[in-house]
């Protein structure tokens, strides 16, 4: 075969798949559909919201301070003397009943220095007595010499007797009368001795009971310097007691937090008397105190609110909160709830009276005092609202929202009034 046939052939070769691949690309531009035309609609954001509702709210105020006890008492010698008798139990940590004996100091010295006040008062008595008896017997001897001096000077008138006698007998008539004057000033000054000598015996007895002296209030002893047979002088500290049946927290409050408990409150009075002594139920406030033992667990106690303290803190600008517990001890529920000890660090809630009808949102809806609400129409409202106070995530609204308002949660950036929303209801105001 010559080579003319041979490139003939190949030609034919090549041709079939060429006109195969010009069928397909037709087939596929028939079939393939046009460009559609579409409709391009209003963009619609989803939001997360709430119904606004009125609820009742209570303002609560927190701080925190350090618990010690109510009162302290710290035993001074007031006698000086040897250490004859001592508590079995007086210890750092020991708790002593009211009324049990904790030290007696030798008490020899001061029975003598009583009994010889009694003695010396007993004497007093005796020269009052004696006294008396001898001013009667004084003022008759007066009368006497009187008589007698009157007579004499009759006589000596008439030439019976001579002058001297007539001086001797008006001598001792002066005399007399100066015992009698003698007298009476010892018995007028007899009182005031008597008083005297009665508070020298007072004073003894005091001493004598200041040997011994006695818990006043069921304590906790600490801070012991004392010991049996120790010598002891008056104003030595002894040792000191810590009240049990009562403490106190001084806790530490911003003013800010104050200022809340007092919101819609009106305590007007002009017998300050009066103010601090009813202090606590003008107020209304209800305090408690709260404790973290760990694992997330909370030991809490109902306290009573007593007073506020004399001072703010310059530093921090908190005012100091004085909250009582009574009967700590006879609280405590093992693994629950321990003892609530001197020391102790705790947090301090103080709930003040109930506010009726609020609308209480939360704090991060509110954003420069502006809220995000969705009207009727699903659209985006910016609303001015003014705050009557926040409250750790709440705010308390005073003005610019109403019950049935939904209230838009979520960011919206940018936010465009009337923009197009999709609410996603979650939770009711208060739940």
Do not use: C
């Not at 947090?347 to 704090?363: L, M, N, Q, S, T």
């Not at 929202?401 to 838009?408: E, H, K, M, P, T």
């Amino acid at each position: 075969m010559s080579d003319t046939a041979t490139s003939r052939l190949r030609i034919l070769w090549i041709l079939p798949p060429i006109i195969v691949g010009i069928l397909i690309f037709s087939w596929l531009q028939g079939s393939k559909q046009g460009p559609q035309e579409s409709t391009l609609g209003e963009p619609v954001r989803s939001v997360r919201t709430m119904t606004l509702t009125t609820s009742d709210f209570i303002p609560v105020a927190r701080g925190y301070g350090v618990v010690q006890p109510a009162q302290v008492w710290k035993s001074i010698a007031q006698v000086s003397g040897r250490v004859v008798d001592i508590h079995p139990r007086l210890d750092n940590g020991e708790i002593i009943q009211q009324g049990e004996m904790l030290l007696t100091i030798d008490p020899v010295d001061y029975e003598l220095n009583l009994a010889q006040a009694e003695s010396q008062l007993s004497e007093l008595d005796v020269e009052q007595s004696n006294s008396t008896a001898l001013l009667e017997i004084e003022q008759n001897n007066l009368v006497l010499a009187e008589r007698e001096s009157k007579r004499l000077q009759k006589l000596v008138a008439q030439g019976s007797v001579s002058k001297s006698d007539a001086d001797t007998a008006e001598r001792n008539m002066l005399n007399s009368r100066t015992q009698v004057q003698n007298l009476k000033n010892a018995l007028a000054l007899l009182p005031s001795k008597k008083k005297l000598q009665q508070a020298k015996i007072r004073q003894a007895r005091r001493d004598l009971e200041n040997t011994v002296i006695l818990a006043p209030f069921n304590m906790r002893i600490h801070d012991v310097n004392a010991e049996e047979f120790q010598f002891v002088s008056s104003g030595q500290h002894l040792f000191s007691g810590d009240a049990i049946d009562r403490v106190e927290i001084v806790a530490q409050v911003a003013m800010s937090s104050m200022k809340n408990l007092f919101s819609g409150q009106s305590i007007i009075t002009r017998d300050i008397s009066e103010f601090s002594k009813n202090l606590s139920s003008l107020t209304g406030f209800e305090p408690q105190v709260e404790l973290d033992i760990g694992n997330a667990e909370m030991a809490r106690w109902e306290a009573e609110f007593v007073r506020f303290a004399d001072s703010v803190d310059s530093e921090t600008r908190t005012l100091g909160v004085v909250i009582a517990v009574d009967k700590p001890l006879q609280k405590v529920i093992p693994g629950i709830r321990p003892p609530l000890s001197k020391g102790m660090f705790v947090e301090v809630a103080i709930a003040g009276r109930e506010h009726k009808d609020r609308i209480v949102i939360p704090r991060s809806a509110v954003r420069n005092e502006q809220v995000y609400v969705v009207d009727n129409d699903n659209r985006l409202q910016i609303r001015n609202v003014i705050r009557e106070y926040d409250q750790q995530d709440k705010t308390i609204i005073k003005q610019g929202l109403r019950a049935g308002d939904q209230l838009v949660l979520s960011d919206i950036i940018p936010a465009v009034t009337g923009m197009l929303l999709q609410p996603v209801e979650i939770a009711a105001a208060g739940e």
